[in-house]
């Protein structure tokens, strides 16, 4: 679904390192909560995602009644 071939598969090493700098960025004691909020971000970009896979399949379901249905 998405192109993700300018950045490549990411290994354990690479996660561990990304990983590593973020707690030492924000912590020990924030991560918890970046964590968090990280998470109900997510959750929330994949609940809009598929309302709007949801509009997009119901427009085309009405668009195909309608060319069909005039004929």
């Known amino acids: 679904m998405y192109n993700l071939a300018l950045i490549g598969p ?3 090493s690479e ?6 700098i973020i707690l030492i960025i924000f ?3 924030k991560l918890p909560e970046v964590a ?4 109900k971000s997510i959750q929330k970009f994949k609940k809009a995602s598929r ?3 949801d509009e997009i399949q119901l ?3 009405e668009d195909k009644k ?3 249905s005039g004929e």
């Open 10 to 12: 990411l290994g354990w």
């Open 15 to 20: 996660l561990l390192i990304i990983l590593f």
């Open 27 to 29: 912590g020990p004691r």
């Open 36 to 39: 968090d909020a990280l998470g």
């Open 51 to 53: 309302e709007v896979q």
């Open 59 to 61: 427009n085309g379901d």
């Open 66 to 68: 309608n060319t069909g």
